[in-house]
């Protein structure tokens, strides 16, 4: 079943997927914990998407310093997603979406499209960034300044200001 994309004010649609690692995932495991950077893959193979996550690799700690989570859902084979995790040596959870429910559950065309979303860590989302035609992700430096932002502030209703003015 499609939903809408996700937007602010709507939280993103939870799921739970194999993780290439074995076990499984469940997107509501990090509400209220972690913000989350989700990268949806076009296939295991897609270059441009390799090339992404290998990116997320290299700013893994600057990421997890902003207390977010890199999740990678990829449209394909069990197989194929562990040799891809296996091959650039991803750290975080690369997760199996081996009929494309997921992907098309966001909106997405199964193998055909890639995107990123950015969460909160009460799951709203602050970015969606369809991949297009010309496969155009964000830069992480662009994604690190969005998380380091929702680190700053205090998401979900919190009531307690964090921004002192000092004199």
């Known amino acids: 079943m499609a939903t809408a994309l996700p937007r602010e004010g709507v939280l993103v649609p939870g799921f739970e997927l194999p993780r290439s690692d074995g076990g499984t995932l469940r997107l509501r495991s990090y509400r209220g914990r972690r913000?989350?950077?989700?990268?949806?893959a076009h296939a295991a193979g897609c270059t441009r998407c390799?090339?992404?996550l290998a990116g997320a690799l290299e700013r893994y700690?600057?990421?997890?310093?902003?207390?977010?989570?890199?999740?990678?859902?990829?449209?394909?084979?069990?197989?194929?997603?562990?040799?891809?995790?296996?091959e650039l040596a991803l750290p975080f959870p690369?997760?199996?979406d081996a009929?494309?429910?997921?992907?098309?559950?966001?909106?997405?065309?199964?193998?055909?499209?890639?995107?990123?979303?950015?969460?909160d860590r009460y799951g709203e989302p602050r970015r969606w960034q369809p991949a297009g035609l010309a496969h155009e992700l964000p830069d992480h430096d662009d994604l690190l300044a969005d998380l380091r932002y929702l680190a700053l502030?205090?998401?979900?209703?919190?009531?307690?200001p964090l921004w002192e003015e000092r004199t």
């Open 35 to 40: 913000s989350l950077l989700v990268h949806f």
């Open 50 to 52: 390799r090339e992404f």
């Open 61 to 86: 700690a600057a990421y997890a310093d902003e207390g977010a989570e890199v999740l990678a859902v990829v449209p394909d084979t069990a197989a194929s997603v562990a040799g891809l995790r296996a």
């Open 94 to 96: 690369v997760l199996v």
């Open 99 to 119: 009929e494309g429910a997921v992907c098309r559950r966001y909106g997405l065309t199964t193998g055909a499209e890639a995107a990123v979303a950015v969460t």
């Open 153 to 160: 502030t205090c998401s979900g209703g919190c009531s307690v």
